[in-house]
Nanobody, 114 residues
Framework: QVQLVESGGGLVQPGGSLRLSCAAS????????MRWYRQAPGKERELVAG????????NYADSVKGRFSISRDNAKNTMFLQMNSLKPEDTAVYYC???????WGQGTQVTVSS
């Protein structure tokens, strides 16, 4: 069955960096666009970044442009989110997603705090 497993979250100080990973299985990863979402306490889930199946095109929420970078390794069935210059408002649970397919990972917590 389809599985998406996020990892790499943690506690980081403002200005720091983290790299999230999403390990995919149970489907042909290289055929699907992928997305990262996040959900902060008391807020709706929001789209952070997306990437096409080949990795040739990416898009970002305005709030993370220039600080976050989405990428993928189709040989390893893994997607990444490099997060730099982290801010307290980036604190959230981060999820990977297959667009329009209804599959979500369990999420990984990112906390940005001094």
């Amino acid at each position: 069955q389809v599985q998406l497993v996020e990892s790499g979250g943690g506690l980081v100080q403002p200005g720091g960096s983290l790299r999230l990973s999403c390990a995919a299985s149970g489907f042909t990863f290289s055929r699907y666009a992928m997305r990262w979402y996040r959900q902060a306490p008391g807020k709706e889930r929001e789209l952070v970044a997306g990437i096409t199946n080949t990795g040739g095109s990416t898009n970002y929420a305005d709030s993370v442009k220039g600080r976050f970078s989405i990428s993928r390794d189709n040989a390893k069935n893994t997607m990444f989110l490099q997060m730099n210059s982290l801010k307290p408002e980036d604190t959230a649970v981060y999820y990977c997603n297959i667009p329009y397919a209804g599959y979500w990972g369990q999420g990984t917590q990112v906390t940005v705090s001094s």
